[in-house]
């Protein structure tokens, strides 16, 4: 067993400042001796960090240090003798004023740790290049078809259409752009014959996608090109999760077989644990079973487009000249203009789905970086301007002005480190959140570890803020004369420090405006999308996948199947309904298929209409709620002999008998007529904020699907009515096994999930903000009433009503607020434009989110600002005038 | 003949726990002792800075030690307190014995 390592910059740190030689050695090897004492984690791992640092900072400020580093520093500047002076002088200052220190380092903490847990995950997620060798030669490639664009159902997919298997086999053998090119599809499929039916990912791949991506199988080996397609062989290459698990990690698992679906394949390797390729379209990762490609008879149909193309392009070969390559060999006999290519990075392909969100959470943990470093500004100012008459008497005691900010410095550019601190810690805490809360359509790294890169960030984040926002308070407060200050007169010094002051906070205001609006944009928003009527009602309705193979997907075994399976599930206790379809809805399942409307012929070219198809049983209309508007639904009597019947939504029948009933019509598919027999009301079938499209419904007797969910309605909670609906499948079909069991209440609210993500996450910057500005504006007007207690003190000494002080004060105060404000809603509509995306239901400039923000500010600001100014003109004026 | 100095309360802690383990201690050990004979945490840094104040002082010396992975590698130092340091420890206990003889009625 190896032994644990220590952090390695605490170590690296540690070891810079200690002295040199076995003093140094050996405390460094006490320290490691009590880690590896220690139990494990996280919290080993802090403690080494904050020993590490307690002995560093010790051995640093040590008087007459012996750090080699510092040593050398003093003796080489001449300039700053004082050097550890300022920082114990640092140190003194905040144990007298804890207050200060601590607000300075929590804002700093704050803001440092939302951008360096988003920055943690964005480079993760984002930036580190795939796992496989020289990644960055990689590419997807998709067909395209232009002619789908515009259309109704197809649009979200003319630019990524699969490749069929002819078009595979015609690039592999004609390309010359590319190093190796490989396909690969992904789904789910049934395991028999390993304990009881389970459903398991199932994958067919050609036999060069393995080479391609740098794969050696752990055990036995990969395809070979003539197992693949016709003629093919019954192979497979199992996970090293599937061998580990399901195999128990058998030595001899080659001399051993799988069934999937019925279908038996001789184990021929077991691919290493890393080995996890992501498919784009379903986003499935760790796909168990691996078979060749091409083996189940699809090898010569050229429209069967099932599969994902990767390639590695040979050097210096651009993308546009692999597309040129790649086109007409896929394309086959098809025009240019019926088919395209497309080859695109495979990096950003694989994170395209969570650029966006990502990138929006970047800008807002940016934003809220510059809120906090505002604010601390703001702090330092003051801090600044308080101690003008200590500094002042270091000044007459011969401190040079130089030195006098180089003493400020120290001291902000330490809350910068210890800020950095903190918010390392936060941002441990803030990735876990992140991950922890991110929906599955996000695809987002499974660990993110603070390592190095991440620490290094937040330190220098940290250090530059203090530094670079401690100049201008520092400049500041010793500018001018130091005589003045002596006498305690008011300097141009102390007016540009409050100048400095309001601008920030005008600056923060203007920062959180713009937040907050896009927080109240994405509310509302979600707001709206959770409003929308998906055409039905999942309430105590449970869906069952259940996978279909072998015998079983005949149509009368099937047809048996599922009536037995709804006349024994129907009679449980608490079922009130029982029915079932090839798909439900926000189900992610279910596709879309082509037809011809009887008596109007598709011209050549031109494209046939396309509708989502749905296979159902009898009362699938009733059960969900959806209305029946003209006709009837699929009932009884659409059986497997009876008159071929199709059921059409209300948008299909606008779309496609704008001003006549369709009724009676027909609809030619599979070279059959079916009668049109309903109109129907329009469901969404996965995303609230969709358009309603064409949908038909078939007769499950007339059209027997290969996928079945069924669905039972029960006012029982799942947990009570599912063992006996799983005991009934497992007696009608024992080889069957469930996929997944939902509810439809929750798909439809999960689909909004990425939605609701965003805004959480935005909203608590946004909280953060508004907090931050409030403390900003408390401190602004507290410093300002503090210097102005002399002249406070004589107006209310004159008669003046404790209101009108407030009210001037106020008004004095909040002014740069209220600049702030007006800027910051006119910044925020002038880039709104690009979050447009993630909005539904809510214009970019919704007056409303304006407003909120606007007003939501403006009030917290005015009360930050009314606490202290009431709280001054509350006190004796006399008090006022004796105190200072 | 050692200079009359007198030693701080955790130098003389120091001395006394170094004297009290027979074997040469290093730093850990060291430290475990102190904890139990003052009945509190002992700061690590502390600890550190007066060992080299000590020896500085000459009251205190140590020899380095090859050791294993089970300190990656690092050297341990095995303190000992030198002739000079017990004979400062002598004066300390006596001139404070004196004087606790002094002020003993008070204290009744």
Same mark, same amino acid.
């Given at each position: 067993?190896?032994?644990?390592?220590?952090?390695?910059?605490?170590?690296?740190?540690?070891?810079?400042?200690?002295?040199?030689?076995?003093?140094?050695?050996?405390?460094?090897?006490?320290?490691?001796?009590?880690?590896?004492?220690?139990?494990?984690?996280?919290?080993?791992?802090?403690?080494?960090?904050? &020993?590490?640092?307690?002995?560093? =900072?010790?051995?640093?400020?040590?008087?007459?240090?012996?750090?080699?580093?510092?040593?050398?520093?003093?003796?080489?500047?001449?300039?700053?003798?004082?050097?550890?002076?300022?920082?114990?002088?640092?140190?003194?200052?905040?144990?007298?004023?804890?207050?200060?220190?601590?607000?300075?380092?929590?804002?700093?903490?704050?803001?440092?740790?939302?951008?360096?847990?988003?920055?943690?995950?964005?480079?993760?997620?984002?930036?580190?290049?795939?796992?496989?060798?020289?990644?960055?030669?990689?590419?997807?490639?998709?067909? =395209?078809?232009?002619?789908?664009?515009?259309?109704?159902?197809?649009?979200?997919?003319?630019?990524?259409?699969?490749?069929?298997?002819?078009?595979?086999?015609?690039?592999?053998?004609?390309?010359?752009?590319?190093?190796?090119?490989?396909?690969? @599809?992904?789904?789910?499929?049934?395991?028999?014959?390993?304990?009881?039916?389970?459903?398991?990912?199932?994958?067919?791949?050609?036999?060069?996608?393995?080479?391609?991506?740098? /794969?050696?199988?752990?055990?036995?080996?990969?395809?070979?090109?003539?197992?693949?397609?016709?003629?093919? @062989?019954?192979?497979?290459?199992? @996970?090293?999760?599937?061998?580990?698990?399901?195999?128990?990690?058998?030595?001899?698992?080659?001399?051993?077989?799988?069934?999937?679906?019925?279908?038996?394949?001789?184990?021929?390797?077991?691919?290493?644990?890393?080995?996890?390729?992501?498919?784009?379209?379903?986003?499935?990762?760790?796909?168990?079973?691996?078979?060749?490609?091409?083996?189940?008879?699809?090898?010569?149909?050229?429209?069967? &487009?099932?599969?994902?193309?990767?390639?590695?392009?040979?050097?210096?070969?651009?993308?546009?000249?692999?597309?040129?390559?790649?086109?007409?060999?896929?394309?086959?006999?098809?025009?240019?203009?019926?088919?395209?290519?497309?080859?695109?990075?495979?990096?950003?392909?694989?994170?395209?789905?969570?650029?966006?969100?990502?990138?929006?959470?970047?800008?807002?943990?940016?934003?809220?970086?510059?809120?906090?470093?505002?604010?601390?500004?703001?702090?330092? /100012?003051?801090?600044?301007?308080?101690?003008? &008459?200590?500094?002042?008497?270091?000044?007459?005691?011969?401190?040079?002005?130089?030195?006098?900010?180089?003493?400020?410095?120290?001291?902000?550019?330490?809350?910068?480190?210890?800020?950095?601190?903190?918010?390392?810690?936060?941002?441990?805490?803030?990735?876990?959140?992140?991950?922890?809360?991110?929906?599955?359509?996000?695809?987002?790294?499974?660990?993110?570890?603070?390592?190095?890169?991440?620490?290094?960030?937040?330190?220098?984040?940290?250090?530059?803020?203090?530094?670079?926002?401690?100049?201008?308070?520092?400049?500041?407060?010793?500018?001018?004369?130091?005589?003045?200050?002596?006498?305690?007169?008011?300097?141009?010094?102390?007016?540009?420090?409050?100048?400095?002051?309001?601008?920030?906070?005008?600056?923060?205001?203007?920062?959180?405006?713009?937040?907050?609006?896009?927080?109240?944009?994405?509310?509302?928003?979600?707001?709206?999308?959770?409003?929308?009527?998906?055409?039905?009602?999942?309430?105590?309705?449970?869906?069952?996948?259940?996978?279909?193979?072998?015998?079983? =997907?005949?149509?009368?075994?099937?047809?048996?199947?599922?009536?037995?399976?709804?006349?024994?599930?129907?009679?449980?206790?608490?079922?009130?309904?029982?029915?079932?379809?090839?798909?439900?809805?926000?189900?992610?399942?279910?596709?879309?298929?082509?037809?011809?409307?009887?008596?109007?012929?598709?011209?050549?070219?031109?494209?046939?209409?396309?509708?989502?198809?749905?296979?159902?049983?009898?009362?699938?209309?009733?059960?969900?709620?959806?209305?029946?508007?003209?006709?009837?639904?699929?009932?009884?009597?659409?059986?497997?002999?009876?008159?071929?019947?199709?059921?059409?939504?209300?948008?299909?029948?606008?779309?496609?008998?704008?001003?006549?009933?369709?009724?009676?019509?027909?609809?030619?598919?599979?070279?059959?007529?079916?009668?049109?027999?309903?109109?129907?009301?329009?469901?969404?079938?996965?995303?609230?904020?969709?358009?309603?499209?064409?949908?038909?419904?078939?007769?499950?007797?007339?059209?027997?699907?290969?996928?079945?969910?069924?669905?039972?309605?029960?006012?029982?909670?799942?947990?009570?009515?599912?063992?006996?609906?799983?005991?009934?499948?497992?007696?009608?079909?024992?080889?069957?096994?469930?996929?997944?069991?939902?509810?439809?209440?929750?798909?439809?609210?999960? @689909?909004?999930?990425?939605?609701?993500?965003?805004?959480?996450?935005?909203?608590?910057?946004?909280?953060?903000?508004?907090?931050?500005?409030?403390?900003?504006?408390?401190?602004? /007007?507290?410093?300002?009433?503090?210097?102005?207690?002399?002249?406070?003190?004589?107006?209310?000494?004159?008669?003046?009503?404790?209101?009108?002080?407030?009210?001037?004060?106020?008004?004095?105060?909040?002014?740069?607020?209220?600049?702030?404000?007006?800027?910051?809603?006119?910044?925020?509509?002038?880039?709104?434009?690009?979050?447009?995306?993630?909005?539904?239901?809510?214009?970019?400039?919704?007056?409303?989110?304006?407003?909120?923000?606007?007003?939501?500010?403006?009030?917290?600001?005015?009360?930050?600002?009314?606490?202290?100014?009431?709280?001054?003109?509350?006190?004796?004026?006399?008090?006022?005038?004796?105190?200072? | 003949?050692?200079?009359?100095?007198?030693?701080?309360?955790?130098?003389?802690?120091?001395?006394?726990?170094?004297?009290?383990?027979?074997?040469?201690?290093?730093?850990?050990?060291?430290?475990?002792?102190?904890?139990?004979?003052?009945?509190?945490?002992?700061?690590?840094?502390?600890?550190?800075?007066?060992?080299?104040?000590?020896?500085?002082?000459?009251?205190?010396?140590?020899?380095?030690?090859?050791?294993?992975?089970?300190?990656?590698?690092?050297?341990?130092?095995?303190?000992?307190?030198?002739?000079?340091?017990?004979?400062?420890?002598?004066?300390?206990?006596?001139?404070?014995?004196?004087?606790?003889?002094?002020?003993?009625?008070?204290?009744?």
């Amino acid at each position: 067993m190896t032994s644990p390592r220590p952090p390695r910059f605490a170590t690296w740190l540690l070891g810079r400042c200690l002295p040199g030689g076995a003093t140094g050695d050996s405390i460094l090897g006490d320290l490691y001796e009590e880690y590896i004492q220690r139990r494990g984690g996280v919290r080993r791992y802090l403690w080494y960090w904050r &020993h590490a640092m307690a002995l560093s =900072t010790g051995y640093l400020f040590k008087a007459g240090s012996r750090s080699r580093r510092l040593t050398r520093h003093v003796e080489a500047r001449r300039r700053f003798p004082l050097f550890g002076s300022d920082i114990r002088h640092a140190f003194r200052i905040w144990r007298k004023r804890p207050g200060y220190a601590a607000l300075a380092v929590a804002t700093l903490g704050l803001g440092i740790g939302a951008a360096t847990a988003i920055v943690s995950v964005v480079d993760r997620a984002l930036l580190r290049s795939l796992p496989y060798p020289d990644a960055h030669e990689l590419v997807t490639v998709w067909n =395209t078809f232009p002619a789908w664009r515009g259309h109704e159902v197809l649009d979200a997919l003319w630019d990524r259409v699969h490749i069929s298997y002819p078009e595979y086999r015609d690039w592999r053998d004609g390309q010359e752009a590319y190093q190796s090119v490989a396909i690969y @599809s992904t789904g789910y499929s049934t395991l028999t014959g390993i304990g009881n039916p389970a459903v398991i990912n199932f994958g067919t791949a050609s036999a060069s996608l393995f080479q391609l991506l740098g /794969t050696k199988p752990i055990v036995g080996r990969t395809f070979s090109q003539d197992e693949e397609a016709d003629g093919g @062989s019954k192979v497979a290459l199992v @996970s090293y999760g599937f061998w580990v698990q399901r195999l128990g990690a058998d030595a001899n698992a080659v001399e051993r077989t799988v069934t999937v679906d019925g279908e038996s394949y001789a184990i021929v390797g077991v691919l290493p644990p890393e080995f996890r390729l992501r498919a784009l379209t379903s986003g499935r990762m760790g796909t168990d079973v691996w078979v060749p490609a091409g083996i189940f008879g699809e090898a010569n149909d050229r429209g069967h &487009h099932i599969y994902e193309g990767i390639a590695r392009l040979k050097p210096g070969v651009s993308l546009d000249q692999a597309a040129a390559d790649a086109g007409p060999l896929l394309r086959g006999p098809a025009s240019p203009d019926r088919m395209g290519v497309r080859v695109l990075s495979r990096q950003s392909e694989e994170v395209s789905s969570s650029r966006g969100p990502l990138m929006l959470l970047l800008g807002s943990a940016g934003l809220l970086m510059l809120i906090a470093s505002a604010n601390v500004a703001t702090l330092f /100012t003051a801090e600044a301007t308080n101690r003008r &008459h200590e500094l002042a008497t270091r000044g007459a005691l011969g401190a040079s002005r130089g030195r006098l900010v180089m003493q400020l410095l120290f001291e902000s550019g330490s809350i910068g480190v210890l800020g950095a601190s903190v918010g390392v810690v936060i941002a441990f805490a803030g990735v876990q959140a992140l991950l922890g809360l991110a929906p599955p359509a996000l695809v987002l790294p499974e660990s993110v570890p603070v390592d190095l890169r991440v620490l290094s960030f937040a330190a220098v984040l940290g250090v530059t803020v203090g530094v670079a926002f401690g100049v201008g308070p520092a400049l500041a407060a010793t500018r001018g004369g130091m005589g003045p200050v002596l006498y305690r007169r008011t300097t141009t010094g102390d007016r540009s420090g409050a100048r400095l002051q309001r601008l920030m906070v005008g600056a923060e205001s203007a920062l959180s405006v713009v937040l907050l609006v896009i927080a109240a944009l994405l509310g509302r928003s979600l707001i709206a999308t959770r409003a929308v009527d998906p055409g039905f009602r999942g309430e105590n309705l449970v869906a069952l996948s259940l996978p279909l193979s072998g015998p079983r =997907t005949q149509p009368t075994q099937l047809i048996q199947f599922a009536r037995e399976l709804v006349s024994e599930v129907g009679v449980l206790p608490g079922v009130t309904a029982v029915t079932g379809a090839n798909a439900v809805p926000f189900s992610r399942r279910g596709g879309s298929s082509s037809f011809q409307i009887e008596g109007r012929p598709v011209a050549p070219g031109e494209k046939m209409p396309e509708a989502h198809r749905r296979t159902v049983l009898p009362g699938f209309h009733e059960t969900l709620d959806i209305p029946v508007i003209q006709g009837r639904a699929i009932s009884e009597q659409d059986v497997e002999n009876g008159r071929p019947v199709v059921v059409v939504s209300s948008a299909m029948a606008g779309r496609y008998w704008p001003n006549e009933s369709p009724i009676g019509a027909g609809i030619i598919r599979d070279n059959r007529r079916w009668e049109v027999v309903g109109v129907v009301g329009d469901i969404l079938h996965g995303d609230l904020t969709a358009e309603k499209q064409s949908t038909y419904y078939f007769s499950f007797f007339q059209q027997p699907p290969r996928r079945f969910w069924l669905l039972v309605q029960s006012s029982l909670p799942p947990g009570d009515l599912l063992p006996g609906v799983r005991g009934i499948i497992a007696d009608v079909a024992p080889e069957v096994a469930v996929e997944r069991v939902e509810r439809l209440e929750t798909l439809v609210r999960e @689909s909004t999930a990425g939605a609701r993500y965003r805004t959480i996450l935005v909203t608590v910057f946004g909280a953060c903000s508004l907090l931050l500005a409030a403390v900003g504006m408390f401190g602004v /007007t507290t410093r300002s009433v503090a210097s102005r207690r002399r002249e406070l003190g004589i107006r209310l000494a004159l008669g003046a009503k404790r209101r009108h002080v407030t009210r001037a004060v106020m008004a004095k105060e909040t002014r740069a607020m209220q600049v702030g404000v007006v800027v910051g809603l006119i910044v925020a509509a002038a880039s709104v434009r690009t979050i447009a995306t993630f909005l539904f239901g809510v214009s970019p400039w919704d007056p409303v989110a304006f407003a909120i923000a606007g007003i939501g500010l403006a009030t917290v600001g005015l009360v930050a600002s009314w606490v202290p100014a009431r709280i001054t003109s509350a006190v004796e004026p006399g008090y006022l005038l004796q105190v200072d | 003949m050692p200079h009359p100095v007198f030693l701080g309360e955790f130098e003389q802690l120091v001395l006394l726990a170094l004297l009290k383990i027979e074997d040469k201690p290093y730093a850990l050990r060291l430290r475990e002792e102190l904890s139990q004979l003052a009945g509190r945490n002992v700061a690590r840094g502390a600890l550190y800075r007066t060992l080299d104040r000590l020896e500085q002082k000459g009251y205190v010396t140590w020899a380095v030690e090859e050791a294993g992975p089970e300190r990656r590698g690092h050297t341990r130092r095995r303190f000992a307190v030198t002739s000079e340091g017990r004979a400062v420890l002598r004066v300390s206990r006596d001139a404070l014995m004196g004087l606790w003889n002094q002020v003993a009625e008070s204290l009744q």
